[in-house]
C-alpha cells in the first residue's frame, strides 16, 4: 500500500528553520515527481518545490530559502526551511505524481497524498 507520512512540522519564530521529513512507502519514492505543497487557512494549495528527474523548482516565494533533497536509501525527501517568515504559515504536504516526468504546480497531477504537517511561524 502506497503511504507518504510527512514529520517535522511546528512552531517557529520568524527568522528560524525548519526540516520536513516525507517518508514514503509502498513504492520507490525516488522513480516519481515530487512535490512539496502548503495551504493556508482560507487559501488554495500551492506548490512550493518539486523534485523531477530533470531537476528542482521552487515558488518564487521561497527561493533563496528552502531546499528540496532525498534520500533515496532512506525512501525520503525532505524539505530544509531557512529564514521563515509568517507568510509561509501553513499545512504541508508532500505529494507524488506517477504519472508526470516533469514538475507540475498543480495539484491534480499528483495521485498520493500525505496528511499533511502544520508549520507555524510567529513570534
Known amino acids: 500500500q502506497l503511504q507518504l507520512v510527512e514529520s517535522g512540522g511546528g512552531l517557529v519564530q520568524p527568522g528560524g528553520s525548519l526540516r520536513l521529513s516525507c517518508a514514503a512507502s509502498?513504492?520507490?519514492?525516488?522513480?516519481?515527481?515530487i512535490g512539496w505543497f502548503r495551504q493556508a487557512p482560507g487559501k488554495e494549495r500551492e506548490m512550493v518545490s518539486c523534485?523531477?528527474?530533470?531537476?528542482?523548482d521552487y515558488a518564487d516565494s521561497v527561493k533563496g530559502r528552502f531546499s528540496f533533497s532525498r534520500d533515496n536509501a532512506k525512501n525520503t525527501a525532505y524539505l530544509q526551511m531557512n529564514s521563515l517568515k509568517p507568510e509561509d504559515t501553513g499545512l504541508y504536504y508532500c505529494?507524488?505524481?506517477?504519472?508526470?516526468?516533469?514538475?507540475?504546480?498543480?495539484?491534480?497531477?499528483?495521485?498520493?497524498w500525505g496528511q499533511g504537517t502544520q508549520v507555524t511561524v510567529s513570534s
Open positions: 523534485i523531477s528527474a530533470s531537476g528542482t
Open positions: 509502498g513504492f520507490t519514492l525516488g522513480e516519481y515527481v
Open positions: 505529494a507524488v505524481s506517477r504519472g508526470a516526468n516533469y514538475c507540475s504546480g498543480t495539484v491534480w497531477a499528483y495521485d498520493s
